[in-house]
């Protein structure tokens, strides 16, 4: 982390310049700037009120200034630049440095002020999803305040009303802004115990975002409504998703937000959760149950609270399959069973670049040395301990050790499974079991084999196809 001063941009200085006064630039707090993409430690308070702070998945925490009580943030919207896994940056807008913005996190009852100025090339806003706030503070532009302008500084001022977990982004030519990267998370910690929102050892939290980015190229395409192509947590794609470190025996809560425009089943593997909240607050008692997928729905955010009894390597995930894939072409038709041998040979003399898709499946792809445009994430990639994860997109893993100290985000490394406690290869006798005639099925046929197929014609004459 670094601090950059306020005025230290090139382009945009003149413009911020002209348009913000001396007076008010000598009452902002300096905009504290993210430069890299890891997960930053837990910010502890150093003052206001304690709370046990989070930890944002490939993201951070916004520092504050307490100035006569009030918690006072500053958050810079701009373009930035994203690496959304080794070797792959995207050109975003995002706030403070990143896409996401940072996690803001507070006490409720907090007298919170925002600063938010805008070093966009246009106007935006910024709307405080699932907080109680005047209507004022409510960040809809041209309904609630007049949108900021660029280079103009706006500030909002609440209190935190009511502990939770919310999400923040502009409601300002929301299409583009969103599907550049827009976005943060806000966490309100109870001021005193409550009822219903349990102590815990670690506390995740992250948002699930989409882009459409070209391979080869680095700006999403914002006409995307639902073809996109990375899908990503907090703006990062397997395998450049950092891993969720915890303590065997930690109670864990994980709080996710959905600002795509689908909704994502996310799986945990190797233990039960409850969904203990959601955006209007912590749940009822009566209305958690155990689960290990909860669908997030847009624009909503669930919390999932379990104990990490388990010790290993889980995999944690959206259950979309197409989720877990990064950047591919959807055009390409299923070549299961599909024996094409002689024809790839002849059509590589006239396009020594021709490969073929997945004739044994699609996992082949994991492994091929597939030309790609320079700046292109691997479509499903990711090595683990015994070969390839052939993953990508919306997937990490929950790493349990008995050995991680309390409060160590570490990644432990690989998981050794103890002896006798693996998958193994069956090398004994195999009885000969009951198949289909080759060619009958999936599996490439030795020779042609001709199928039949008798279709009903709506005049309801029988005829061969
Ligand atoms: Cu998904």
Redesign the pocket.
């Known amino acids: 982390m670094n601090r950059r001063h306020f005025f230290s941009g090139a382009a945009v200085s003149a413009v911020a310049a002209a348009s913000v006064s001396k007076v008010a630039m000598a009452v902002l707090p300096e905009p504290v700037i993210m430069t890299s993409a890891d997960s930053a430690p837990p910010l502890t308070p150093e003052n206001g009120r304690p709370y046990k702070p989070v930890l944002t998945l490939n993201g951070w925490t916004l520092p504050w200034r307490m100035n006569q009580g009030v918690k006072e943030f500053h958050l810079v919207a701009e373009p930035v630049v994203r690496e959304m896994a080794p070797g792959f940056k995207a050109h975003m807008w995002g706030y403070n440095g990143q896409s996401p913005g940072p996690t803001i996190e507070v006490v409720e009852g907090d007298r919170v002020r925002v600063f938010v100025t805008n070093r966009l090339p246009e106007h935006t806003s910024v709307h405080w999803h699932g907080q109680r706030l005047p209507n004022g503070m409510d960040g809809v532009a041209g309904l609630n305040q007049p949108a900021i302008p660029v280079g103009k500084t706006f500030v909002y001022e609440f209190e935190a009303r009511r502990p939770g977990t919310f999400m923040y982004h502009p409601h300002a030519d929301e299409m583009t802004q969103m599907a550049m990267g827009m976005m943060g998370f806000w966490v309100t910690h109870p001021k005193a115990k409550h009822p219903l929102i349990e102590d815990v050892d670690r506390d995740f939290v992250f948002l ?1 975002n989409a882009y459409d980015i070209e391979p080869g190229s680095a700006t999403p395409k914002i006409m995307t409504m639902t073809d996109f192509n990375l ?1 990503s947590w907090n703006s990062r794609i397997f395998p450049g998703i950092d891993t969720l470190n915890v303590r065997k025996g930690d109670k864990v809560r994980i709080r996710v937000g959905n600002l ?1 425009m ?5 799986h945990l593997h190797g233990h039960e959760f409850k969904v203990t909240g959601g955006d209007g607050g912590p749940w009822p008692m009566a209305a958690r149950w155990p689960e290990v997928t909860t669908d997030i729905a847009v624009g909503q955010m669930r919390q999932i609270e379990f104990l990490a009894d388990e010790e290993g390597d889980w995999a944690f995930h ?3 399959s ?3 894939m990064n950047a591919m072409g959807h055009a390409v038709p299923t070549m299961i069973g599909v024996d094409h041998r002689g024809l790839v040979k002849k059509l590589q003399k006239a396009l020594p670049d021709y490969m073929v898709m997945g004739e044994r499946g699609m996992a082949d792809m994991g492994q091929m040395e597939m030309q790609i445009p320079d700046n292109t994430a691997p479509m499903m990639t990711g090595t683990g301990p015994y070969g390839g994860v052939e993953m990508g ?2 997937f990490s893993v929950l790493k349990v050790r008995k050995d991680q100290k309390p409060g160590d985000y570490k990644n432990p490394g690989w998981y050794q499974q103890p002896p006798g406690s693996q998958a193994f290869e069956w090398t004994g006798a195999l009885p000969d079991p009951a198949r289909q005639p080759a060619g009958a099925g999936n599996t490439p046929a030795s020779a042609p084999v001709s199928t039949e197929v008798q279709i009903r014609k709506p005049a309801g004459h029988a005829g061969h196809h």
């Not at 689908?262 to 996310?266: A, G, K, M, R, Y």
């Open positions: 699930l899908w795509t689908t909704n994502h089943p996310i959206c259950h979309k197409h989720h877990t997109g919306m």
